[in-house]
């Protein structure tokens, strides 16, 4: 039996390609901005020198949207996390951040597993259920552009004097395991007799991307934070493509007498991979989107 359960829609595809063009022209704006800032910064050096650890722990919860095949059955999820909350038995992983640096350098390591369910689509008589279990771990190392006093950036007012932004680029890699499967069922009979069938489709690849990015940390007013961070990646040597976006409001606060940051705002991530032919390919364009909150512990 051979069925398809939906093709992809063209505006994914459109959509994607615009957010990819976005992200590297807003990366390479951001380094060609800071290159001239370099000695503005020499004069804003972090008062401390010293070694820096930095603990996160947070909660994503993850809207999915584009296309999963599996055996050569692709299933177009549209699911927001509204749905996944309904569907799924458990939405909140294992998510984490450490980052330790010293002066300019630094290095992170990034942990997220995800347990989730959709209903995605129902096409004549097939109607599936997509379930996902995604392991992200993301590493690798930073260096800090630039770290400046709103008071001295360009048209900077003297009230600014004690907030600072900062400009780190970071690369590195994110390994990725998925296990993924479809479960379609098949409406044999219509009507008072309801008979069905079902089928399942399994597939568990995992690869690792290298990626590249910037991240703007600007105290927008005292002990208030506004955090934007980006990356691109892929480029062929485990996914095709990918792309990750960070948008966040901190608030600076001290914890057990420990400095510490609460945070809240949006989390995306876009992975376009694939693998095999015919009855054996497995394709993974999909978008992980939803809010994010977590709590920075700094020692």
């Not at 615009?18 to 008062?47: H, K, N, Q, V």
């Not at 095949?69 to 692709?74: A, P, S, V």
């Not at 689509?121 to 630039?146: E, H, N, Q, T």
Request: proline share 4%; charged share 20%.
């Amino acid at each position: 039996m051979v069925f398809r359960i939906v093709t992809r829609g063209k505006y994914l595809q459109e959509l994607n390609r615009a957010l990819t063009r976005a992200a590297g022209m807003l990366i390479l704006l951001l380094a060609i901005f800071c290159a001239p800032l370099e000695a503005m910064a020499a004069a804003d050096e972090s008062e401390d020198q010293g070694w820096q650890f930095i603990v996160t722990p947070y909660v994503w919860v993850v809207g999915l949207e584009g296309d999963l095949t599996i055996k050569g059955r692709t299933a177009d999820v549209d699911a927001s996390f509204l749905d996944i909350i309904r569907n799924s038995d458990s939405i909140f992983g294992f998510l984490g951040n450490f980052e330790v640096r010293k002066g300019r350098w630094g290095a992170f390591v990034d942990g997220t597993y995800l347990d989730l369910e959709s209903d995605t689509v129902r096409f004549g008589p097939v109607s599936s259920d997509a379930k996902v279990k995604v392991a992200l771990i993301s590493f690798g190392a930073s260096y800090r552009l630039a770290e400046w006093s709103l008071a001295d950036a360009p048209g900077g007012d003297p009230s600014y004097a004690g907030q600072k932004m900062v400009v780190d680029f970071y690369a590195g890699g994110r390994y990725t395991s998925l296990d993924g499967t479809l479960d379609a069922n098949i409406n044999l009979t219509p009507g008072p007799l309801n008979l069905s069938a079902g089928r399942k489709f399994k597939g568990s690849p995992d690869w690792v991307d290298p990626i590249f990015g910037l991240r703007t940390t600007t105290e927008v007013f005292p002990k208030i934070k506004l955090l934007l961070a980006g990356d691109i990646g892929g480029f062929g040597a485990g996914s095709d493509f990918t792309w990750h976006a960070d948008g966040l409001l901190g608030y600076d606060f001290s914890l057990f007498s420990k400095k510490s940051t609460v945070w809240a705002g949006y989390r995306a991530l876009y992975q376009d991979y694939e693998t095999g032919s015919g009855r054996n390919r497995f394709e993974w364009k999909m978008t992980m989107h939803g809010p994010v909150t977590g709590l920075s512990i700094h020692f």
